[in-house]
């Protein structure tokens, strides 16, 4: 009987493994107004930053001509179809057939400009003629398009890419063909893709310490629940952003994110937290952008130590060679990389078992980042990336979690943030 009872005092006093007292490096923790004064200089730097005048490409005096698309108005976009409608049917009735000029989007002619920060579209274009076999089925699917916007305009509504995909399902045969081309449509008639009022399903979230109207409706995000408010497909009914934040908290995974969401990160730390929820979407990277340039935030990252966590910041900060033609409107400049980083997996001691091994495909990644100039231009990112492919070892945010659930919130974070541990 005293076994059982010594046995059952023993269990009593087993550490919760979500106890306060477990949680590596705690101890470490300065109080929270001095990490908030930490904070502050960030915010003032980075105000200071964002005051001047930013570069543009017209600024700059590049060895080959870059192409930029513009926001037009639905006006501008039925003007500029028409008169390449009326150009078409001025080739045909000369006998000379017809063909669109398209501007290249393939990996040559793509330039990062270090003075920008970001990639840009070189001015190479392509010929795609309705008379070869090879390119009719695509001239085809641009000319539905080009008279798909042209109803939009006259209607002056929005669709959906995937309203658009079935419209013609025979036709496009697969919603990647329709996309694509609709990316070939916005660089022809050099406009904006929201310019083409053409938007995607709902996908990035916000929360925290954030008001701005959403077509006329005053949205506080701190009011909006754990799942925190859908960021609009359309940016331009958005406005009148308000904040008392000191950082914007860009987040890689819905998993990290309904975690700070549910323990209030940003009420403990004034900040605005928002994810894609993976791959970045169009509406997050404009959403994202226009807080930035509105509130004059610094962006922390918060991405898996792997390959593709620091693509999709990237992403963000530099842009896409996909969408390269607009990334004056998508990227948002001087994002900083938070974590979780390759030297993090040691320096918090990260469990082996939570630990994962990189693949062949991780690690070419790996090593294909490394030749990027947008890596080249930050050696932080080349340690950090060179470690990773060293050890052959990723890890994802979750990792975290082996010191307790809420040990990204209590700890991680907020010793990041007072050691200023961001590149």
Known sequence: MADST?????????????STTELLFKNLLKPDSVILQTLQSLVISTASASSSKPLTLSDLSLSSSCREVA???????????????????????????????????????????????????????????????SSVRKCTITARILS??????????HVTKRDLFYTDVKLFQDQTQSDAVLDDVSCMLGCTRSSLNVIAAEKGVVVGRLIFSDNGDMIDCTKMGMGGKAIPPNIDRVGDMQSDALFILLVEKDAAYMRLAE???????????????????????????KMKTELKLPVLALVDSDPYGLKILSVYGCGSKNMSYDSANLTTPDI????????DLDKYKIPEQCRLPMTEQDIKTGKDLLEEDFVKKNPGWVEELSLMV??????????LSSFGFQYLSEVYLPLKLQQQDWL
């Open 71 to 133: 926001d037009l108005s639905l006006t501008s976009v039925q003007s500029e179809i028409e008169a390449l409608t009326i150009s078409i049917v001025q080739s045909i009735l000369s006998g000379k057939g017809f063909s669109f000029n398209v501007p290249s989007r393939s990996a040559t002619n793509q330039l990062y400009v270090p003075e920008l920060d970001r990639i840009v579209l070189k001015d190479k274009n392509t010929l795609r003629p309705f008379a070869n076999i």
């Open 6 to 18: 010594s046995t059952k005092s023993r269990k009593r006093r087993q550490p919760d493994p979500d």
């Open 263 to 289: 323990d209030r990160f940003y009420n403990r730390f004034p900040c605005i937290i928002v994810t894609a929820k993976g791959q970045p979407d169009v509406a997050t990277r404009l959403f994202l952008r």
């Open 336 to 343: 900083k990389w938070l974590g979780i980083r390759p030297s």
């Open 148 to 157: 798909l916007i042209h109803q939009l305009c006259l209607k002056s509504i």
């Open 390 to 399: 060293k050890t052959k070892q990723k890890a994802e945010i979750q990792a």
